[in-house]
């Protein structure tokens, strides 16, 4: 499979969508996702401290000259990076939120319906429009999938690994991939974020936090293997 060959995401829909076209809820990887879509597109710059907490700092980069438009909810986003006024740490942000990522959260939603892929009244129910926007997002999983098994996982990792992200089809290894991880350990605990009662271990434990705390160690098997099951809970 060449690059060319490689598909392309359907319907104009970018990272932050995906959990709301699943499942009517916007879902914390998916933001991480976003973060890491806007670092590939010449938004934001993302690096790693290299300190032994594995921390990161976020800065906003120059608007770029032939880069594709932020939306509405990408811009929020960068907003709230921006707003300490020099690169920010997630430590930083987190202090700083929920906030922020509840801005992110409603403008999201504000997209999906204008975009007419959700209901007014009843915002976990798709539309028609939804509804197809759905079964063309199964099919592009699976391309994904078909593009990893061949080529490796490295076909994934240039504007596909946001998407590859959600459906727990990302390299484990990838710089970005470890940064998705630090961005989810580090919002879990806020209570808004916390997954439904089903989405828990039979202990309690919200399996966000939990398998966010495990991955810390970036044990790639458990990284490929839990990642799409567990943080980027989707319903696909």
């Known amino acids: 499979m060449e690059a060319a ?4 995401p359907p319907g104009g829909v970018r990272p932050g969508h995906l959990g709301l076209i699943a499942r009517g809820r916007v879902i914390l990887g998916d933001i991480a996702a976003t973060a890491v879509d806007l670092s590939l597109r010449g938004w934001l710059e993302i690096e790693s401290t ?6 990161w700092v976020l800065t906003p980069a120059e608007p770029p000259q032939d880069g594709q438009d932020t939306l509405e909810y990408e ?29 992110v959260r409603e ?3 504000r997209d999906a ?8 009244l009843h915002h976990h129910e798709r539309t028609k429009a939804g509804e197809e926007l759905a079964g063309q997002l199964r ?25 590859a992200l959600h459906f727990g089809l990302a390299g ?4 970005l991939a470890r940064f998705a991880h630090a961005w989810v350990a580090a919002f879990a605990e806020l209570p808004e974020w916390r997954a439904p009662a089903r989405w828990r271990t039979s202990s309690g434990h919200d399996v966000g936090i939990e398998v966010a705390a495990r991955t810390r160690t970036l044990d790639e098997d458990i990284m490929s293997r839990d990642v799409g099951a567990m943080l980027w809970v989707t319903g696909w």
């Open 5 to 8: 060959e490689l598909p392309v």
């Open 50 to 55: 290299g300190g032994e907490d594995g921390g």
């Open 75 to 103: 811009q929020v986003l960068l907003e709230w990076v921006a707003r300490p006024r020099h690169a920010a740490s997630l430590a930083l942000l987190a202090a700083d939120l929920p906030g922020g990522l509840a801005e």
């Open 107 to 109: 403008e999201l939603v």
């Open 113 to 120: 319906l204008r975009s007419g892929w959700l209901r007014r």
């Open 139 to 163: 099919a592009f999983r699976q391309q994904l999938r078909s593009a990893r098994a061949v080529r490796g996982p490295q076909a994934l990792d240039g504007k596909l690994l946001p998407y």
């Open 172 to 175: 484990p290894g990838h710089r």
